[in-house]
């Protein structure tokens, strides 16, 4: 029966990854920004596999509501994954890092979603509509690309608020105010 558990503590990552965290990355940073990357990540792919489904089975007359919604989540997601990860190691690599890692798993989420339910909902009505709001290209290609691009930009603006956060933080605890 214990057969049949896998264990992961001895499991390793692919040797590419390992090279990457470390050159990247202090060792005791690698286990947090990955935990961080897969939570952010999830939060990202939902948002989008969300919106798809709403644009799948409600299509609104004018899209630029739940636009506007979905881009506000997406920055507000990249730049806190990359604010946490920069105040809880102090390294703006890892914050742009675990931005970058979280939304390439959202855009992987994202596109197995959207295949998905594709699968699921697949009547010519449904095709008409995906194709009303931007296309199959634009959900398996387009956003996907777009969002580890913000990934970067945003997470690269939630390190810089990150660090300024944490120095200043820093400070005040050496000057004890």
Not at 103 to 131: C, E, N, Q
Request: charged share 20%; glycine share 8%.
């Amino acid at each position: 029966m214990d057969r049949m558990k896998t264990d992961y503590s001895n499991s390793r990552r692919p040797q590419w990854a390992e090279t990457l965290l470390r050159l990247l990355l202090t060792p005791e940073h690698h286990e947090s920004l990955l935990r961080a990357s897969w939570a952010w990540g999830a939060i990202l792919g939902a948002a989008l596999v969300i919106r798809y489904l709403f644009d799948t089975l409600a299509p609104p007359t004018d899209y630029k509501m739940r636009a506007t919604v979905l881009t506000y989540t997406i920055i507000a997601a990249c730049l806190l994954a990359s604010f946490s990860a920069v105040c809880r190691t102090r390294s703006m690599r890892a914050g742009v890092l675990t931005s970058l890692s979280a939304a390439t798993v959202g855009a992987l989420f994202s596109i197995v979603g959207t295949g998905l339910m594709l699968a699921v909902w697949h009547d010519p009505a449904t095709l008409d509509a995906w194709r009303r709001s931007g296309g199959l290209e634009e959900a398996f290609i387009d956003v996907p690309l777009k969002l580890i691009a913000l990934g970067v930009t945003i997470g690269a603006l939630g390190a810089v608020l990150g660090k300024a956060v944490a120095r200043g933080l820093a400070t005040e605890v050496k000057t004890g105010t």
